[in-house]
């Protein structure tokens, strides 16, 4: 099993409505939730952290969170195309002594059609 | 949000010569530092973890000697690509702890000819 899994996509929704991104982790003990935002050729701008079980809303971006089924997803309300991009979940992973990292997943690649 | 600087953004060079990328945390202080590479229409690889005042941690298949972190300082980190060849021509991307997140820096496109 891989450590995140997401669909890769491509997502395509119109304008205007909601996206809705999904991902599932192995790590039980993941405690930091991340959803990172790649538009092409450039590098991944951090949009969403969650840390705790139920919803987190930020704008148009809620990020949802259910440990118990190691489940994150982030949807997009009101998705414009400039919304079109790759979105990466990033789970915070412990990795020994008093490092951690972040595990990507292989991103979401999402088209939004005028 | 916080500011993670890269530089050079694109480079091209020559087929065994090296290349330096350096990596700055402008607003914060970052003891870990992490280096991705990713290839066109593939998903980060994480090559490093790269912390101040210690060796950095490659992850399993980067070749320590050709890849070099250097992180002297908790706001620079730089790698070094040795003796570049062509097959190292990827987009290097670095990014900085903070908190329990991370912040990207712009990214560097390696082209080697």
């Known amino acids: 099993q891989k450590e995140v899994e997401q669909n890769s996509g491509p997502l395509s929704v119109p304008e205007g409505a909601i996206a809705s991104l999904n991902c599932t982790y192995s790590?039980?003990?993941?405690?930091?939730f991340f959803w990172y935002r790649q538009y092409s050729g450039k590098s991944p701008e951090l949009i969403m952290s969650i840390y705790s079980n139920g919803d987190k809303e930020d704008g148009r971006f809620t990020a949802q969170l259910n440990k118990a089924s190691q489940y994150v997803s982030l949807l997009i309300r009101d998705s414009q195309p400039s919304d079109s991009a790759t979105y990466l979940c990033a789970v915070n992973k412990y990795s020994g002594g008093s490092n951690y990292k972040l595990t990507f997943g292989k991103g979401t690649l999402l088209t939004v059609n005028p | 949000g916080a500011v993670v600087s890269q530089h050079p953004s694109r480079v091209i060079c020559k087929s065994g010569t090296s290349v330096k990328i350096e990596c700055r945390s402008l607003?914060?202080?970052?003891?870990?530092m992490f280096w991705y590479r990713q290839f066109p229409k593939q998903s980060l690889m994480l090559m490093a973890t790269s912390n101040e005042g210690s060796k950095a941690t490659y992850e399993q298949g980067v070749e320590k000697d050709k890849f070099l972190i250097n992180h002297a300082s908790l706001t620079l980190s730089t790698l070094t690509v040795t003796s570049a060849h062509p097959e190292d021509s990827s987009f290097y991307i670095c990014?900085?702890?903070?908190?329990?997140?991370?912040?990207f820096g712009q990214g560097t496109r390696l082209t080697v000819v």
């Open positions: 990014s900085a702890r903070r908190g329990a997140g991370a912040f």
């Open positions: 607003d914060f202080q970052a003891t870990t």
């Open positions: 790590d039980r003990g993941s405690q930091s």
